[in-house]
């Protein structure tokens, strides 16, 4: 999920400079939109603040640094846009380095209005806030874009903190209620009169995206889902919001690390949403992104974390959701406390493991990598040395390449070599995911000598999940760079694409993680009908002045 698409909001204030190394959250649940119809509203943001508010404290948060935002008198102040952006610029004067912020939303969210040929990528997103209406003109006033969340997160992460944001919330082209004991988050901009003007209602200009080396995103629900609460809540102090359960519910198994609670709060949304019996087809896909690998609420590990594998036990034994297009191969070895497992059977996407442990190990276990034994061939020699990928392409991949003094050629980007391509030259990428679901996709610039360069996402800690069309909308991703020097010589051009798993953990798409060459490992094969999709493609050339 792009990190524009959602965002969460943040933690308490206190009045003068706050302590390095302080647990904040600021708590935003908006139910209740009294200028907006009836239909709209939801019961369950206050019931989700008081209760992530109850597991927070337990977690050690004081209550003192806890601001909660929400329809009632229980609560510090009501959740308009005015107040939140106050909170948020105190927040950056206040916090500082190594503080760690819980940024949390609970409350519709929804898509600006799309016309043929909006990018899904580009569709701008608005968090109602009680004060939000509809004007004369039917544009959308009050609640907050991505671009103001946006640039409060980047002035905090300047200051080193870590944010941690939990958005249950999510955008939706269809209606908010059904008959299954649920309520829908996320509406459509037809449900409540919100029609774009022209210029109207444009956010101001959003700053150049910024690296967040600290974030930590867990998000309900893709681009194009919605995420639902239950109607009537069982008991005293449970939250209304299905994710907002399952993420508590993870929390209190007290997980080491961010990537163990999303794995838990995943875990726990399956059981949720299954005891309602809804189709999967309906079940919302969380989306987790940034340094997952971090120590719970240790700011100052979140940039040097060690990357951990999830080692999962199933029906037939052990595995691991990550294969060739991560860089795993047959023979490497994973290390959890007592637990010890080599990789056997590698394929695109996962890795059946064989343990020689005699205890009893958990169902999932947060592994330590030993590579196999290196081979000569480095980085670029384990990328080609994979097989091609077979079946249907699951996006629509081409480049436009122009010469200097030649017309642009359109070509597909697929295993194959440009040749010689003189300085000045133009490449443009462009990748269209016209499927109905999403795809994990990683794009790079590797060339033989020097430093690779990330094309998709762009950078470290992004979600590299892209969605398909919503609504009128397309899904692509475009990007040019042009032949120069001072290096030249043989480059490359990587794609890696793998349908996304409902809920599953980011990938670790080997071209893009900063890992050592010798640790990359040598070619694997893969049987050429593999059930496993995935898309591949290399693309070379060698550059001259």
Not at 92 to 108: F, N, R
Not at 485 to 507: C, I, K, Q, S
């Amino acid at each position: 999920m792009k990190r524009k698409l959602c965002w969460l909001i943040w933690p308490c204030l206190v009045s003068g400079a706050a302590l390095a190394g302080e647990r904040h959250a600021l708590l935003v649940g908006v139910g209740e939109l009294p200028a907006l119809p009836r239909a709209a509203w939801l019961a369950g943001p206050a019931s989700d603040v008081a209760a992530m508010r109850a597991a927070l404290r337990q977690q050690g948060f004081a209550e003192r640094h806890i601001a909660s935002l929400a329809d009632g008198g229980a609560f510090d102040a009501a959740p308009t846009r005015a107040a939140i952006l106050a909170r948020l610029a105190q927040l950056e004067k206040t916090l500082g380095k190594d503080d760690v912020l819980l940024l949390y939303w609970s409350g519709h969210s929804v898509l600006a209005p799309s016309y043929p040929g909006t990018t899904a990528q580009g569709q701008r997103t608005r968090l109602l806030t009680r004060d939000s209406r509809i004007g004369p003109s039917k544009r959308l006033d009050g609640g907050l874009g991505s671009a103001d969340i946006g640039r409060a997160i980047d002035a905090l992460s300047a200051r080193q903190v870590q944010v941690v944001a939990v958005f249950d919330t999510c955008h939706a082209a269809a209606g908010t209620r059904s008959d299954d004991g649920l309520s829908w988050r996320g509406l459509s901009a037809s449900e409540i009169g919100w029609r774009q003007s022209t210029g109207g209602d444009q956010e101001p200009g959003s700053p150049p995206a910024r690296a967040r080396p600290r974030f930590v995103g867990f998000f309900a629900a893709e681009a194009q889902q919605r995420t639902p609460e239950a109607r009537s809540v069982a008991a005293p102090g449970q939250a209304a919001g299905l994710f907002t359960r399952a993420v508590i519910a993870g929390l209190q198994a007290q997980p080491a690390t961010y990537a163990a609670w999303a794995g838990n709060a995943s875990a726990q949304y399956r059981v949720a949403l299954q005891s309602y019996q809804l189709p999967r087809s309906a079940w919302p896909s969380p989306v987790y992104a940034g340094q997952l690998d971090a120590a719970l609420w240790q700011a100052d590990d979140a940039a040097n974390a060690a990357t951990l594998w999830p080692v999962q036990r199933d029906s037939n034994g052990w595995k691991l959701p990550h294969g060739l297009l991560d860089g795993v191969r047959s023979g490497d070895v994973f290390a959890a406390g007592g637990g010890r497992w080599r990789a056997g059977e590698v394929s695109w996407n996962s890795a059946r493991l064989t343990s020689d442990s005699q205890q009893t190990l958990p169902d999932t276990n947060w592994a330590r990598r030993t590579p196999a034994p290196a081979t000569p061939q480095g980085r670029m020699g384990t990328l080609l040395a994979l097989p091609p990928s077979h079946g249907p392409a699951l996006l629509d991949a081409r480049i436009e390449l122009t010469l200097p003094g030649q017309p642009p050629r359109q070509l597909p980007l697929a295993d194959g070599d440009l040749g010689i391509l003189p300085a000045g030259t133009r490449i443009r990428i462009s990748v269209e995911n016209r499927g109905a679901g999403s795809v994990d996709l990683g794009l790079a610039h590797l060339p033989q000598h020097g430093a690779a360069t990330r094309i998709y996402p762009a950078l470290a800690g992004d979600s590299n999940r892209m969605p398909p069309a919503i609504g009128n909308g397309i899904s692509v991703f475009e990007r040019s760079f042009v032949v120069s020097g001072p290096a030249f010589g043989l480059e490359w051009l990587a794609l890696v694409a793998a349908p996304a798993a409902n809920g599953a953990p980011p990938r670790r798409f080997a071209i893009l993680e900063a890992l050592p060459a010798a640790t990359r490992g040598g070619p694997s094969g893969v049987p050429p009908d593999t059930p496993e999709q995935a898309q591949l493609a290399r693309v070379s050339w060698k550059s001259v002045p």
